[in-house]
C-alpha cells in the first residue's frame, strides 16, 4: 500500500473525479479548490514518482470521461503544476555549515544537513505558472481586445442580466452598470491568475500539513517566516504592471500576471506582519482584525502588499529579529 505507483493511481483516480464532478451542479464547483490536493498528498509524501503517476492517469480519466480536450485542460492547469511545484519542493542538496546559514530550512541525517529548494522560490514559481495559465485562457475568448470584451459581454448577458427579474432595482440596469462590466472584463485575467494561485498554494500548504502529521513527509516542515523571493521577481512585477497599458490583447496578459504578483507580495506582507506580532500581547486580536479587514475592504490588501514589496529594502523582520532573514537568490 505504500508503493508510489499505488498511491498515484489512487490520488490520480480521486483527482479526476473531483475534477469531472465540478460539472454536475452549481455547488459542485466547489469540488475544483480540492482537485490537487490527492496529487499534493501523493507528491509530498512518496515522492515525484507518486505525483507523476497521478497526474498522467488524471488527465487521461478526464479525458476519457469528458473529452480529450478536458483532459488536455486537466493536465496544464492542474496535473502539470503539481507535479513541477511536488518536485521543486523535494529538492535537496547535502549542506555544509556556511550554506545553511545562507539558505533555509535545513534536516540532520545520516549523511549530514540537507538544504532544500527554498519556499520563497517555490511561491516564486507557482506565481509565474498562474499568471501563465491565465495568458492560456485569453485566447479562448479572442485573439484581439474588441473579440475579448465582445465574448465576455455576451456571457455577462447570458449568466447575469438576463437571470435578473422584471422591475430590476434602479442601478442594475445593463446601461447603467457599464463602467462595472468594463472594469470585471478588464480584471478577470488577473481574478482568474489570483484564484488559481490561492487554491495551488492553499492545496499544497494543506497536503504538507496532512504528510507531515501523518509522518509521511518527505521534506521537513519550513519556516515560512523566513520566506524572501529571488531578485528578478520585483523586476517581473514591474514588468507586468507596464505592460498593463500596452495595447490590446497584451494588456489583459500582463494584467493577469499583475494579479499573480500582487497575490504574492501580499503573501510575503503577512510574513512580515507575522513577524512583527510575534511577540506582541496583543497579536491575535491585530492579525484577527488584520485578516477581517482584507476580507472586507480590498485597500487593506494593497497596504500589506506595498509592505512586502518593501521588506527586500526595510528589512522588518531583520529589525524585529535582530539577524538578517535567509537570502534565496
Same mark, same amino acid.
Given at each position: ?18 475534477f ?8 459542485? %464547483? ?12 501523493? *507528491? ?43 518536485y521543486?519542493?523535494?529538492? *535537496? ?26 519556499? *520563497? ?6 506565481t ?15 485573439? &484581439? %481586445? ?13 449568466t ?15 446601461? &447603467?452598470?457599464?463602467?462595472? %462590466?468594463?472594469?470585471?472584463?478588464r ?30 513527509? %518527505?521534506?521537513?516542515?519550513? &519556516? ?10 520585483a523586476?517581473? +512585477? ?6 498593463? +497599458? ?22 510575503? *506582507? ?7 506580532a ?14 477581517l479587514?482584507? +476580507? ?32 534565496? &537568490?
Open positions: 500500500m505504500n508503493s508510489p505507483i499505488v498511491i498515484g493511481v489512487g490520488a490520480g483516480l480521486v483527482s479526476a473525479v473531483l469531472a464532478s465540478t460539472l454536475t451542479s452549481g455547488w459542485a %464547483i466547489l469540488l475544483f479548490y480540492v482537485t490537487a490536493l490527492p496529487g499534493f498528498i501523493a *507528491g509530498l509524501g512518496w515522492g515525484t514518482q507518486a505525483v507523476v503517476t497521478s497526474t498522467l492517469l488524471g488527465s487521461g480519466l478526464v479525458g476519457v470521461l469528458m473529452a480529450p480536450l478536458a483532459g488536455l485542460g486537466y493536465f496544464l492547469t492542474l496535473g502539470l503544476p503539481t507535479t513541477v511545484l511536488c521543486l519542493a523535494l529538492l *535537496g542538496r547535502p549542506a555544509n555549515e556556511n550554506a545553511v546559514t545562507e539558505h533555509g530550512a535545513t534536516q540532520a541525517s545520516g549523511a549530514g544537513q540537507i538544504e532544500w529548494y527554498p519556499v *520563497g522560490r517555490i511561491i516564486a514559481w507557482a509565474l505558472m498562474a499568471g501563465s495559465i491565465a495568458a492560456m485562457s485569453v485566447p479562448m475568448f479572442g485573439m &484581439d %481586445i474588441e473579440t475579448y470584451r465582445t465574448n465576455l459581454q455576451e456571457i455577462l448577458d447570458k447575469f442580466f438576463s437571470q435578473l427579474p422584471e422591475g430590476a432595482p434602479p442601478g442594475m440596469n445593463k446601461e &447603467d452598470m457599464a463602467p462595472v %462590466i468594463e472594469l470585471l472584463i480584471t478577470l485575467s488577473a481574478a482568474s491568475a489570483i484564484a488559481w494561485l490561492s487554491v495551488m498554494l492553499l492545496n499544497m500548504w494543506t497536503a504538507a500539513k496532512v504528510v507531515t502529521g501523518s509522518g509521511r513527509a %518527505i521534506r521537513p516542515w519550513p &519556516d515560512f517566516s523566513t520566506i524572501t523571493y529571488p531578485a528578478y521577481f523586476l517581473g +512585477f514591474v514588468a507586468s504592471l507596464l505592460g498593463t +497599458f500596452a495595447p490590446g490583447i497584451l494588456s489583459i496578459i500582463a494584467t493577469g500576471f499583475a494579479g499573480a504578483f500582487f497575490l504574492a507580495y501580499v503573501l510575503l *506582507g503577512l510574513v512580515v506582519l507575522h513577524v512583527l510575534r511577540n506582541s500581547p496583543y497579536k491575535f486580536v491585530a492579525l484577527g482584525a488584520l485578516y479587514g482584507i +476580507f472586507l475592504f480590498g485597500w487593506v490588501a494593497l497596504v500589506v502588499a506595498v509592505i512586502g514589496i518593501g521588506e527586500p529594502m526595510f528589512r522588518l523582520r531583520e529589525k524585529a529579529r535582530g539577524a538578517p532573514p535567509p537570502d534565496n &537568490d
